[in-house]
């Protein structure tokens, strides 16, 4: 809730005029909101980033309902900022943001070196209401999500068999048998791309309609292609083990930030690496196989427990399968599971950090039971935080 002080900033602001300076501060939202007035979904951003109230403010003269407009429609402060101008938040309605802020550009961490990973009032920003236990995710949800696209050797066939997770604006994180396989060898397929700011492969643009009546669309998909495929040197393909299940992408262009393509934050801090998150529920997601046995077109999503390590050994010890410390296991509910397609996709568990909510990848979903869903028998995941350090060595400028 809003202090009384912070109350009266935006009407203490008109005083201030036109002549004022915003700071070169990140272009980004901090998270969903509804306006004033409006029914219509937005977006908590600094305020110049919402022309429709930065006119306002910059205006000679203003009405005593543009005031109060002013003064209802702030939605926090940005303390990073130096200025009281500069650190103003206020909910801007979606269909008011200008085309530069509607793609959130963020210029500063776009253009850093592609060996840095993103600070997390860039990374793991979630921008959609959540629906807890549903199955569809809304159009912006999970921005750091990619489909891997594979090409069929000596023809023009295309399909997308994995998934990743983009981690900053040149990588991507996945699992290092989408990369290298038995499965990918038969199948006479290749690794050619990935696609950003997916999510339903049947349309582009996306668009869903919002509770005012009007319709609010995506930009379209984006596909680059890969220049480097990074599989970690202790996986062995075709193991029953899959340990060290893990590869990184990089992108042979720079990824430009939107509220549809972000990255996911890696948890760097000690705390998060070796958090084994044990009793955790998790988010995964992906365009994975649905229970009808065909790919999913729109992006689905579940919630899983993450479970003791020695009671998933003990299940998967019937097949002879050796886990370690470097793996999550999680879900084994019936009909619940991540699923062929889905693999290389992450695990996600979402942490407060600096007051809000940001989401970690804790996990790369690497294999589970035949079929999927089976009660009881929970998927197996690399454990991310066992991999930080190897994950920076093999990034590169």
């Not at 901090?30 to 205006?59: D, M, N, W």
């Not at 209802?72 to 206020?90: A, F, H, P, T």
């Not at 339903?200 to 009546?213: A, F, L, R």
Request: charged share 20%.
């Amino acid at each position: 809730m809003l202090t009384d002080q912070k109350l009266v900033l935006l009407p203490l602001l008109l005083l201030l005029g036109a002549s004022a300076q915003r700071a070169d501060a990140a272009q980004i939202s901090f998270g969903s909101c509804t306006p004033q007035q409006s029914e219509e979904r937005g977006f908590c951003v600094h305020i110049e980033s919402c022309p429709f109230l930065y006119t306002i403010l910059k205006a000679d003269k203003t009405t005593p309902a543009q005031r109060t407009l002013l003064s209802k429609s702030q939605c926090g402060l940005d303390n990073r900022q130096e200025g009281l101008l500069n650190r103003i938040l206020v909910c801007c309605p979606v269909s008011k943001r200008g085309a530069q802020v509607a793609n959130g550009n963020n210029a500063a961490e776009e253009h850093l070196p592609g060996n840095v990973l993103p600070g997390n009032e860039t990374c793991g920003i979630h921008f959609a209401d959540r629906i807890v236990g549903g199955r569809n995710t809304t159009l912006s949800e999970f921005p750091w999500m990619v489909l891997l696209q594979y090409k069929k050797l000596f023809s023009e066939d295309y399909s997308f068999n994995c998934g990743g997770t983009l981690i900053n604006s040149r990588y991507v994180l996945t699992a290092g048998h989408c990369l290298a396989s038995r499965r990918l060898d038969m199948s006479g397929t290749a690794l050619h791309a990935v696609r950003l700011g997916e999510w339903d492969t049947n349309t582009d643009p996306d668009c869903v309609p919002e509770k005012n009546g009007k319709t609010t669309c995506a930009p379209a998909h984006i596909d680059i292609e890969v220049e480097k495929r990074i599989i970690h040197e202790a996986y062995v393909p075709n193991s029953i083990d899959q340990l060290n299940d893990i590869a990184l992408l990089r992108l042979k262009k720079s990824v430009s930030y939107s509220d549809y393509v972000r990255p996911i934050c890696l948890g760097i801090n000690e705390d998060v690496r070796t958090n084994i998150f044990e009793g955790y529920a998790m988010d995964v997601a992906g365009w994975g196989l649905t229970e009808k046995k065909v790919p999913s077109p729109r992006k689905l999503k579940i919630t899983v427990d993450v479970w003791n390590l020695k009671a998933c050994q003990d299940k998967y010890s019937t097949y002879k399968v050796n886990l370690n410390d470097n793996q999550l296991c999680a879900g084994g509910k019936a009909n619940v599971d991540t699923c062929g397609g889905d693999s290389g996709g992450p695990l996600m568990v979402a942490i407060n950090t600096g007051g809000r909510e940001v989401f970690y990848v804790a996990g790369i979903t690497s294999y589970g039971p035949d079929p999927c869903g089976l009660q009881g028998w929970p998927g197996v995941y690399t454990r991310t935080g066992a991999f930080v350090d190897w994950i920076q060595r093999k990034l590169e400028a």
